[in-house]
């Protein structure tokens, strides 16, 4: 079945040290979305590729990165997480702009900094 | 600009009630309408969408939505409640305009009463 999978789907890491998580997707979705959603709230954008075109979202901190070396996958790395980081994170993806059709969401990565 | 406001952050309804989660939007555009639902520690799945054409959409589980455009409103229902119905819904809006990503109401916990 065609799908969009993110690895690991939990991961525990300490205040400070570096971490990336991955994002694969079966779907050939031109366009690839990662989400911060922190307890009992709504998915927050960080930023999307459209094809290689990355483009950030204002008030995505600047210890958050993201490389898409191809179609297939895309990660995100943090490279100082703070406690405030501890979230979940989703990959999404959507054909062209998916404006009609939704985008396809992975099952997350539970991310804790301790 | 364009915003979900989704009224009651959490509702419960006992096993065989009917569930009415509310939503309403603002978009200057004519909107893309989409619910979301989310169990413990998964990503978000598609339940149904409004796009064009009829104003009553049925998705899965049983639910249904309608697109009221005088009320700016897209609320979800399900005739009859079922345990496995307990999650998190997210109403999200997008539209045609070219750079408008998928914005979320803050989400509704649905509980379920044996």
């Known amino acids: 079945d065609a799908m969009v999978i993110q690895n690991p789907r939990y991961q525990v890491t300490q205040f400070g040290k570096p971490v990336t998580l991955s994002c694969s997707q079966t779907?050939?979705?031109?366009?690839m979305y990662w989400y911060q959603q922190k307890s009992s709230q709504a998915p927050k954008l960080l930023f999307h590729?459209?094809?290689?075109?990355?483009?950030n979202e204002a008030d995505t901190p600047d210890n958050f990165q993201s490389r898409r070396p191809n179609t297939s996958f895309c990660f995100l790395d943090i490279r100082s997480p703070g406690l405030g980081d501890t979230a979940m994170y989703l990959c999404?993806?959507?054909?062209?702009?998916?404006?009609?059709?939704?985008?396809?969401f992975g099952s997350g990565t539970r991310l804790t900094v301790v | 600009a364009q915003s979900v406001t989704q009224l009651g952050s959490h509702v419960s309804v006992s096993e065989g009630a009917l569930v009415l989660l509310r939503c309403n939007y603002s978009?200057?555009?004519?909107?893309?309408l989409f619910w979301y639902v989310q169990y413990p520690n998964q990503g978000l799945q598609l339940l149904l969408k409004?796009?064009?054409?009829?104003?009553l959409v049925k998705g899965i589980n049983g639910f249904e939505a309608e697109f009221k455009k005088s009320e700016t409103s897209f609320h979800l229902t399900k005739p009859s409640a079922h345990m496995s119905d307990a999650a998190e819904y997210f109403c999200?809006?997008?539209?045609?305009?070219?750079?408008?990503?998928?914005?979320f109401g803050g989400g509704t916990r649905l509980m379920v009463k044996p």
């Open positions: 590729y459209y094809d290689k075109d990355f483009n």
């Open positions: 978009s200057s555009v004519p909107p893309y």
């Open positions: 999404a993806t959507s054909s062209g702009r998916g404006r009609e059709e939704g985008y396809t």
């Open positions: 779907l050939n979705h031109n366009v």
């Open positions: 409004y796009t064009t054409g009829a104003t």
């Open positions: 999200a809006v997008t539209n045609n305009n070219a750079g408008n990503m998928l914005t």
